[in-house]
């Protein structure tokens, strides 16, 4: 072969080295383009918020409150004269609901014998225990779950539904008025649209994987089980009406459609308030140890309530509601425990 025909094959051998490393390059270039434009990587940005994985290891840190937090009413501050007594009265079945709405009740047996106060605090004083600041200012308010707008009394009356598992007592009648006093007594002095710092649960940052209740269980075997029992039945009072301590699961605890069922709610509450002592300023749980005892509670086996009707708009569904339909397309099993970084993402 002349020299000439040789170096005409090795410039065009040169030739199509380089164009298929030029082509190769380029595909790489825009699948790293393609890839790092993905929605599902975009959720990294939400994540940046989230809890990292080992979050639990670390020592739990002291936290600090506004120098002036809201503060209930004294007792002292109690009018005298049958508002006064409707008000003590409003206390009274807060704290001991189940002596008057119990399985042995003295007005009527509606409810599994839970107390409003197992999940409203110190009979809904306490900060972040689903305190009763400004609920009756925020009412009269569109429910998103009732998709209407509803009376405070109607709120009350979806709590024995739902968190008491049982029926709804007359709303018109002595005892929902008397709640209705009492809670309007612990606003004394907010309106609507007042901010008060610790008003409900404290919204934790989301994990970025899911919440596990196998981690939950031992948390729960550690820290919880010597108040709610080994298999979350709860301590009953010698008097049988009620419980010292509430059960977790089981025919006597919350249903499914109750607000503690949605691990965000169930999660922010063990964190300022669990095991018994914590609070916001000192909690004993770890954001990631709160999530992962929530995911264990709320897998152990409760009553059912049916939620056909629920969130009539899916748009205002909250992404923790654990049950169907929704407007994306992640399963009931993600939207109950997690990660909700990508449901966030599709949300948006």
Not at 20 to 30: A, K, M, N, P, S
Not at 264 to 274: E, I, Q, R, T, Y
Request: proline fraction near 7%.
């Amino acid at each position: 072969m002349k020299s000439s025909d040789k170096a005409l094959i090795y410039t065009a051998r040169s030739i199509a080295i380089v164009a298929i490393l030029f082509v190769v390059c380029g595909f790489i270039i825009i699948s790293l383009f393609f890839w790092n434009d993905r929605p599902t990587d975009r959720v990294t940005s939400v994540q940046i918020e989230l809890v990292q994985p080992g979050a639990a290891l670390e020592p739990v840190q002291k936290r600090s409150t506004p120098e002036d937090p809201w503060k209930a009413p004294h007792e002292s501050t109690i009018p005298a004269g049958k508002y006064g007594d409707m008000i003590k009265y409003g206390k009274d079945l807060v704290v001991n609901t189940s002596k008057y709405f119990g399985p042995n009740g003295t007005v009527a047996q509606i409810s599994n014998g839970m107390n409003c106060q197992n999940c409203h605090l110190e009979a809904g004083t306490k900060p972040f225990a689903n305190n009763f600041s400004v609920f009756i200012s925020s009412y009269p308010k569109k429910s998103n779950r009732s998709g209407k707008i509803e009376p405070p009394s109607e709120r009350i009356a979806e709590c024995f539904e739902r968190s008491l598992n049982g029926k709804v007592p007359d709303e018109s009648g002595k005892e929902i008025q008397a709640m209705l006093a009492y809670m309007t007594w612990v606003g004394t002095g907010l309106n609507k649209g007042d901010l008060v710092f610790g008003n409900s649960t404290e919204k934790l940052k989301y994990l970025d994987r899911a919440a596990d209740p196998k981690l939950g269980l031992i948390l729960y075997n550690n820290k919880c089980q010597s108040c709610h029992g080994r298999d979350g039945e709860g301590i009953i009072a010698e008097d049988k009406l009620s419980y010292v301590y509430p059960p977790l699961w089981g025919k006597d605890s919350y249903n499914d459609g109750a607000g503690q069922y949605r691990l965000s709610n169930f999660a922010g509450f063990v964190k300022n308030n669990m095991p018994l002592g914590a609070t916001y300023d000192n909690p004993q749980l770890s954001d990631e140890e709160a999530w992962d005892l929530a995911a264990f509670v709320n897998s152990q086996p409760r009553p059912h309530r049916t939620q056909k009707k629920d969130y009539p708009d899916l748009t205002k569904k909250p992404i923790d509601a654990p049950y169907g339909p929704y407007t994306d397309k992640y399963p009931e099993q993600q939207h109950k425990f997690g990660p909700y970084g990508s449901i966030v993402f599709a949300t948006k």
